[in-house]
């Protein structure tokens, strides 16, 4: 048996043990038991080591992508072609949520029902002062804008790094890879510790992937014992069942056909062979800790390009986020549903529009929708408040904040499998070159 199909049993495995030990231990309906233990053994089991990878593998998987690239043309395609793919994936993936939405009206409860989740909602919100912080640093559009042109020209490419803060980063590899591709011989040794650097860390990758299934079953039991499985049948169920059907159609019909189109290549195949890094990004709730993983397994097991990967996957793991689109749009018009406010055609192309280029600026880290999500309600906030009508408020989002986790579980699980479909078709404008291997 190979060691990447024991992998795979072993991290199913931990998810389902996970969500018994969660259900059936560690659930209590009072909320009163700590389970900050169990999630601090998942960051340190897993999510740490992963994370300790995710800036050195970005700096030298872009840097040796683009020097083995070599032709500055040649990048121009590939770097034009990736940003297509990204932003029209992003656009059919929110279009899809918001027609959802707006067919199944999930947040069409009845008065007394909606009272409820919204008291609940808001007063959670009022309690997390954490979150209330990174929202209001979000509220206009124009900041979260700037504060993302910031990052990606940075004063101190070193600060960005001890910050983790990926975008600036890659950037700078762009920058340094074309320097060093330009400048010939006289950088050859520069180019070969680089090539060399970036082996050296998928090897770490292979040891560390092992960590998985132990830090995977701490994080789902953590978060369903959080929540609880039987509470999603609740009045929130028809709002994450329209989730998940939307990241379903995007996922399992929209994203292989767009890879059969362009490649030809089978795409449950494809996707049987990314099944760690899928597994994994399920598990951790992170497509930057998946990161390291699905450079691994797309290079070894799903025929990706080491010249597409390294480019198109740290890319993608900071701007291309198919699943968070999606989820901000359906989450932005049902809490316009259960607040009673309709949106006209014009809100729902605002609705659209705006979800997509705030997708961009999440982060590629847990719970990162919630936040950009206010700059999409504030976008349609502001539509409103011109012809007079009812605004939604920001304390809205602490209606869904309760299931959040799991959602996020689902849509990070997409914006990597996005990803990975990004690679294989960019393989095909960026082919590895025999004397390379």
């Known amino acids: 048996m190979k060691a990447t199909t024991i992998l795979t049993i072993l991290i199913v495995a931990a998810m389902i043990l996970g969500a018994l030990v969660g259900e059936f231990v560690l659930y209590d309906p009072t909320g009163a038991t700590d389970l900050s233990g169990w999630k601090r053994f998942g960051d340190l089991i897993l999510i740490r080591p992963l994370k300790m990878l995710v800036i050195p593998l970005v700096l030298f998987s ?4 683009i020097t083995r690239i070599g032709d500055p043309r040649k990048l121009g395609t ?64 124009s900041g979260a804008w700037t504060n993302l042109l910031y990052q990606m020209i940075p004063s101190n490419v070193i600060e960005e790094m001890s910050a983790s803060r990926p975008l600036g980063i890659i950037l700078f590899s762009i920058g340094l890879g074309l320097a060093l591709a330009a400048g010939g011989n006289r950088t050859r040794a520069a180019r070969d510790f680089f090539n060399a650097g970036f082996e050296g860390l998928m090897i770490f990758v292979q040891w560390i992937i092992w960590l998985t299934p132990p830090g995977v079953f701490f994080l789902v039991a953590w978060t369903v014992g959080r929540i609880g499985l039987h509470n999603l049948t609740g009045p929130l169920g028809a709002y994450m069942g329209t989730v998940v059907l939307g990241l379903l159609i995007h996922g399992l019909i929209i994203l292989p056909l767009i890879l059969l189109l362009t490649t030809r290549i089978n795409p449950w195949r494809f996707m049987t062979k990314m099944k760690p890094a899928l597994l994994t990004a399920f598990g ?33 793991s900071t701007i291309n986020m198919d699943g968070t689109a999606l989820y901000e749009a359906v989450a932005v018009v049902f809490l316009f549903q259960l607040y009673g406010i309709d949106l006209g055609g014009a809100e729902l192309v605002l609705v659209i529009l705006t979800a997509t280029l705030a997708a961009v600026g999440a982060a590629g880290i847990p719970s990162a929708g919630l936040v950009t999500m206010v700059i999409v309600i504030g976008a349609v906030n502001g539509s409103l408040e011109s012809t007079g009508g009812p605004l939604l408020p920001v304390a809205a989002i602490g209606v869904i ?37």
């Open 62 to 65: 872009v840097v040796a992508g």
């Open 284 to 316: 951790t709730d992170s497509s930057s800790a998946t990161l390291p993983v699905t450079l691994e397994t797309s290079i070894d097991q799903g025929g990706c390009s080491e010249k597409s990967s390294n480019f198109v996957l740290p890319l993608g």
């Open 401 to 437: 904040l309760g299931v959040d986790r799991i959602l996020d579980m689902c849509r990070t699980t997409v914006n990597v499998w996005g990803d990975a479909v990004g690679a294989r078709i960019m393989t095909r404008l960026a082919p590895d070159d025999p004397a390379d291997q």
């Open 78 to 141: 590939v770097g034009g072609a990736t940003l297509l793919y990204y932003f029209v994936t992003m656009l059919i993936a929110v279009t899809i949520g918001a027609l959802l939405v707006t067919a199944i009206q999930p947040g069409d409860l009845p008065q007394e029902v909606r009272d409820s989740v919204r008291q609940t909602g808001e007063s959670a919100f009022m309690a997390n002062e954490t979150l209330q912080k990174r929202v209001s640093g979000n509220m206009s559009e």
